[in-house]
């Protein structure tokens, strides 16, 4: 339950922003670019285009403003790119994996090198099968599970270490399975990672449902259970976790950084940008369209936020030793 307080306490804030006046003439001073450190399709870049076309419909800047893929080493490659930029118009969308990968010594980047500017949204976790796979409910694969953890592989993307990874570490703990035993297989995006369970090759798929949406309309896949609080008003014949016996609450966010050493004028600037952009027809259609929940938060709150989620992902880290 560690996050819960804190988005429904982004949630409440995200309705008291204004974009304050007198300085909208500052910044930009050229045009915008934001970072998917993914290529086109999936989280980081439907993130990234949500805001690009948010800002765009806001309407408070005649700058152009461009999104740019950066593939690679998950999100590695978009925030290395980043990293050495001087220049505050460059940002890059980003999500767990910032703090995880530092965490499991894939990478030295941490999220103190950049200047964080905001949060942005979370989306929610599905436990996912090929529906002739022949499981109802999400505790007949955690029982099968516990009596043979290396019977069934299990998909996840884009990385070990990354949020779909980690929720199902997570509920494996609290359903009394060691995950160290476990069979997963790794993805490099949500769509490769859907492939092999479409194919018959992977037996579980732990992604966001965002992601799951078109094969579960298909009739194509089973969601057996959701990381949300409550039901999702998408999916309200799919129980969460804990309505199945296993508290977890595990959401998936993105938030928004820009380069190292931003002045604060430039980070205030920023705020009021993204503050008002979340505020959008644009950003609060693309939200619903993908069935995601708004989670702004400013530069503080955002820096807080990474503080109890770093540790957060520690303990579990920790806990299975996945460290090195």
Same mark, same amino acid.
């Given at each position: 339950?560690?996050?819960?307080?804190?988005?429904?306490?982004?949630?409440?804030? %995200?309705?008291?922003?204004?974009?304050?006046?007198?300085?909208?003439? %500052?910044?930009?001073?050229?045009?915008?670019?934001?970072?998917?450190?993914?290529?086109?399709?999936?989280?980081?870049?439907?993130?990234?285009?949500?805001?690009?076309?948010?800002?765009?419909?806001?309407?408070?800047? $005649?700058?152009?403003?461009?999104?740019?893929?950066? +593939?690679? /080493?998950?999100?590695?490659?978009?925030?290395?790119?980043?990293?050495?930029?001087?220049?505050?118009?460059?940002?890059?969308?980003?999500?767990?994996?910032?703090?995880? /990968?530092?965490?499991?010594?894939?990478? $030295?980047?941490?999220?103190?090198?950049?200047?964080?500017?905001?949060?942005?949204?979370?989306?929610?976790? /599905?436990?996912?099968?090929?529906? $002739?796979?022949?499981?109802?409910?999400?505790?007949?694969?955690?029982?099968?599970?516990?009596?043979?953890?290396?019977?069934?592989?299990?998909?996840?993307?884009?990385?070990?270490?990354?949020?779909?990874? &980690?929720?199902?570490?997570?509920?494996?703990?609290?359903?009394?399975?060691?995950?160290?035993?476990? #069979?997963?297989?790794? @993805?490099?995006?949500?769509?490769? %990672?859907? #492939? +092999?369970?479409?194919?018959?090759?992977?037996?579980?798929?732990?992604?966001?449902?965002?992601?799951?949406?078109?094969? @579960?309309?298909?009739?194509?896949?089973?969601?057996? %259970?959701?990381?949300?609080?409550?039901?999702?008003?998408?999916?309200?014949?799919?129980?969460?976790?804990?309505?199945?016996?296993?508290?977890?609450?595990?959401?998936?966010?993105?938030?928004?950084?820009? +380069? +190292?050493?931003?002045?604060?004028?430039?980070?205030?600037?920023?705020?009021?940008? &993204?503050?008002?952009?979340?505020?959008?027809?644009?950003?609060?259609?693309? &939200?619903?369209?993908?069935?995601?929940?708004?989670? @702004?938060?400013?530069?503080?709150?955002?820096?807080?936020?990474?503080?109890?989620?770093?540790?957060?992902?520690? $303990?579990?880290?920790?806990?299975?030793?996945?460290?090195?």
């Amino acid at each position: 339950m560690r996050k819960i307080a804190l988005i429904f306490a982004g949630l409440a804030m %995200a309705g008291c922003s204004e974009v304050s006046e007198g300085n909208e003439d %500052a910044f930009p001073e050229r045009p915008i670019e934001i970072v998917a450190p993914a290529s086109p399709g999936g989280g980081w870049d439907m993130q990234a285009r949500s805001v690009q076309q948010s800002i765009i419909e806001d309407d408070k800047t $005649d700058e152009n403003i461009t999104v740019v893929n950066q +593939p690679g /080493g998950g999100g590695e490659v978009g925030w290395q790119y980043l990293l050495q930029q001087d220049d505050p118009h460059v940002v890059s969308v980003n999500s767990s994996l910032l703090l995880t /990968g530092n965490l499991l010594g894939q990478t $030295d980047l941490h999220h103190e090198d950049f200047t964080q500017l905001g949060m942005l949204s979370t989306e929610w976790l /599905g436990i996912a099968t090929r529906t $002739d796979a022949g499981f109802d409910t999400v505790d007949e694969v955690l029982e099968e599970l516990r009596e043979d953890p290396d019977s069934l592989s299990i998909s996840v993307s884009p990385s070990l270490g990354s949020g779909n990874h &980690l929720s199902f570490v997570q509920t494996a703990l609290e359903a009394g399975i060691d995950p160290e035993e476990l #069979n997963f297989l790794v @993805y490099d995006s949500g769509g490769d %990672a859907m #492939n +092999p369970i479409l194919g018959g090759h992977v037996d579980i798929l732990v992604n966001s449902i965002s992601d799951m949406v078109e094969q @579960y309309e298909a009739g194509e896949i089973d969601i057996l %259970a959701v990381s949300s609080p409550e039901r999702l008003e998408e999916f309200q014949d799919v129980p969460t976790l804990q309505e199945e016996g296993i508290d977890v609450v595990f959401p998936h966010w993105r938030g928004i950084m820009g +380069p +190292p050493d931003m002045t604060e004028d430039e980070v205030e600037a920023w705020e009021e940008i &993204l503050s008002s952009a979340v505020e959008t027809e644009q950003f609060q259609t693309d &939200l619903e369209n993908n069935d995601l929940d708004e989670l @702004y938060m400013n530069r503080e709150e955002t820096e807080e936020f990474l503080t109890e989620e770093e540790e957060f992902f520690a $303990d579990i880290i920790e806990e299975v030793e996945l460290a090195p």
